[in-house]
C-alpha cells in the first residue's frame, strides 16, 4: 500500500492507494472518526455492481449503516439531484456525528463533499473514489461542487474529506473509455508540474491495454503527490493552485455546450488540454519540438469532439460563466514546457475565439464545430 498525506493549516488526512486495501483502512479510518451512524452515497450503475460492498466492509465496526443510491451520470450532478441527499439525511435524522462515504466516480464524490459541507452546517465524509479520473482528481484537494445549466461547478464550497482510500481493484471493471479519460488526468498533471511522470506515462502507454494496476498505482501516486502539494501551498485556488485547471476553459465550454451528456469530464479536458498546449506554442510559449512532443502523445488517446454551431458570442458567453473568468477577460493556464505552467491572466476571449478558429481548422482529429 502506498500513502500520501494532505497537510493544510491545521488539518491533515491521508490517502491510501493498493489492492485490496479498503476493508481494514475504512474500517479504522470510520471507527477513528468518532461517528455513530454512517451513511454511504453512490449511484445506481455502482451499486448494482458492488451491492451492499461498503456497509459490508464496515460490518465488524458494528456502526449503523444506510446507503442512498442516486442516479449515474454528469447530468445529475444539479441541485436536484443534491437534494435527493438532503431529503435521504434528513430522512434517516443525520445529525452532525454522521459520517459520509462518497462510493463512486468524481460526479459521486463532489455532490457527496458538497452535501457534507453544507449538511448542519458541516459534517466528515471520506471519498472511495471507483474511477482512474476521481483517484487523481476529485477526491483530493476539497472541491466541491455541482453544475448549473449555464456553467460547470459553478455552486460549490471547499470541504477536505477526513480520508482517501483509492481501491485500485476497482479500475477491473471500468469500461477503456473511463480509464482513457482517467488517463488524461495523470497526463495533465505530468505536463503542467512533473516531467519525470510525465516521461514515466509516456513509457507506459500501454498500461491501460492490457490493464496494469502496479504501473497505474505508482501514477497514481505521484499524481497525487503533485496535487497534494499543490493544494497544500493554496488550497482555497488564490493563484498556484488554478494551475491545475489546465485544458479545461475549452473542457468546461465543451461540456457545458453539449449538456454534460455527450462527453466524459476527461475527454473534454484531454481535448482542452491538445488547444491550451497550441494557444501555448501560437503564442510562443512553448517550443515547437515540445509541442509536438505532446500533441503526439495525447493524440492517441483523444476522444474526438464535434461541438454544436459555435460563434464568437456564444465562445465568449461561454467561457465567461467558466470560474477561470475575471472581468472581461479569462485566466488562462499556460506552459512553458514539460511540467512548466504558469497563469496567464486578462487573456482575451477574442484572441482565444481567433486561435480556436485556427485549432479546428488544424486539429480536426480533436475538435469539430457543426456548420463551421
Known amino acids: 500500500m502506498k500513502t500520501v498525506v494532505v497537510k493544510?493549516?491545521?488539518?491533515?488526512?491521508?490517502?491510501?492507494?493498493?489492492s485490496q486495501i479498503l476493508s481494514q483502512n475504512l474500517s479504522e479510518?470510520?471507527?477513528?472518526?468518532?461517528?455513530?451512524?454512517?451513511?454511504?452515497?453512490?449511484?445506481?450503475?455502482?451499486?448494482?455492481?458492488?451491492?451492499?460492498?461498503?456497509?459490508?466492509?464496515?460490518?465488524k465496526t458494528r456502526i449503523p449503516v444506510e446507503t442512498c443510491i442516486l442516479p449515474d451520470g454528469e447530468q445529475y450532478?444539479?441541485?436536484?439531484?443534491?437534494?435527493?441527499?438532503?431529503?435521504?439525511?434528513?430522512?434517516?435524522?443525520?445529525?452532525?456525528?454522521t459520517l459520509l462515504i462518497a462510493?463512486?466516480?468524481?460526479?459521486?464524490?463532489?455532490?457527496?463533499?458538497?452535501?457534507?459541507?453544507?449538511?448542519?452546517?458541516?459534517i466528515d465524509y471520506i471519498q472511495i473514489p471507483t474511477t482512474l479520473l476521481s483517484q487523481v482528481d476529485s477526491s483530493i484537494g476539497g472541491k466541491t461542487a455541482v453544475n448549473h445549466p449555464l456553467g460547470?461547478?459553478?455552486?460549490?464550497?471547499?470541504?477536505?474529506?477526513?480520508?482517501?482510500?483509492?481501491?485500485?481493484?476497482?479500475?477491473?471493471?471500468l469500461p477503456p473509455r473511463e480509464l482513457k479519460a482517467g488517463f488524461f488526468e495523470l497526463i495533465k498533471h505530468g505536463i503542467i508540474h512533473d516531467s519525470s511522470l510525465f516521461s514515466f506515462?509516456?513509457?507506459?502507454?500501454?498500461?491501460?491495454?492490457?490493464?496494469?494496476?502496479?504501473?497505474?498505482?505508482?501514477?497514481?501516486?505521484?499524481?497525487?503527490?503533485?496535487?497534494?502539494?499543490?493544494?497544500e501551498k493554496d488550497e482555497k485556488e488564490k493563484g498556484l493552485r488554478a494551475t491545475l485547471n489546465f485544458g479545461h476553459t475549452l473542457g468546461h465550454l465543451i461540456e457545458t455546450h453539449t449538456n454534460y451528456?455527450?462527453?466524459?469530464?476527461?475527454?473534454?479536458?484531454?481535448?482542452?488540454?491538445v488547444f491550451a498546449a497550441f494557444v501555448s506554442y501560437e503564442l510562443k510559449y512553448l517550443t515547437e519540438p515540445t509541442f509536438q512532443q505532446i500533441i503526439s502523445f495525447l493524440k492517441p488517446f483523444i476522444t474526438p469532439v464535434v461541438l454544436p454551431?459555435?460563434?464568437?458570442?456564444?465562445?465568449?458567453?461561454?467561457?465567461?460563466?467558466?470560474?477561470?473568468?475575471?472581468?472581461?477577460?479569462?485566466?488562462?493556464?499556460?506552459?512553458?514546457?514539460?511540467?512548466?505552467s504558469f497563469i496567464q491572466e486578462d487573456t482575451s476571449p477574442k484572441l482565444l475565439w481567433r486561435i480556436f478558429k485556427k485549432f479546428i481548422e488544424s486539429y480536426p482529429w480533436a475538435c469539430q464545430v457543426q456548420n463551421n
Open 8 to 18: 493544510i493549516p491545521g488539518y491533515e488526512y491521508s490517502i491510501a492507494i493498493g
Open 309 to 340: 454551431s459555435l460563434n464568437f458570442e456564444a465562445f465568449q458567453e461561454l467561457i465567461m460563466h467558466d470560474k477561470k473568468f475575471e472581468k472581461d477577460s479569462v485566466n488562462f493556464i499556460m506552459i512553458s514546457g514539460i511540467g512548466q
Open 29 to 59: 479510518a470510520v471507527l477513528k472518526s468518532g461517528t455513530d451512524f454512517v451513511i454511504v452515497v453512490t449511484n445506481s450503475s455502482l451499486h448494482k455492481l458492488y451491492p451492499n460492498h461498503v456497509p459490508l466492509c464496515l460490518e
Open 77 to 97: 450532478k444539479n441541485l436536484e439531484t443534491l437534494n435527493q441527499i438532503y431529503n435521504f439525511l434528513l430522512e434517516k435524522r443525520a445529525n452532525r456525528k
Open 152 to 173: 460547470k461547478n459553478m455552486i460549490g464550497a471547499f470541504k477536505q474529506p477526513i480520508f482517501v482510500c483509492m481501491e485500485s481493484d476497482f479500475l477491473k471493471t
Open 103 to 122: 462510493f463512486g466516480g468524481g460526479v459521486l464524490g463532489d455532490m457527496t463533499g458538497f452535501a457534507a459541507a453544507t449538511y448542519m452546517r458541516g
Open 201 to 231: 506515462l509516456r513509457e507506459h502507454s500501454g498500461a491501460l491495454d492490457p490493464l496494469n494496476l502496479s504501473v497505474l498505482e505508482q501514477a497514481i501516486e505521484s499524481s497525487c503527490q503533485v496535487k497534494a502539494r499543490i493544494v
Open 261 to 273: 451528456s455527450s462527453y466524459l469530464h476527461g475527454e473534454a479536458v484531454g481535448v482542452g488540454m
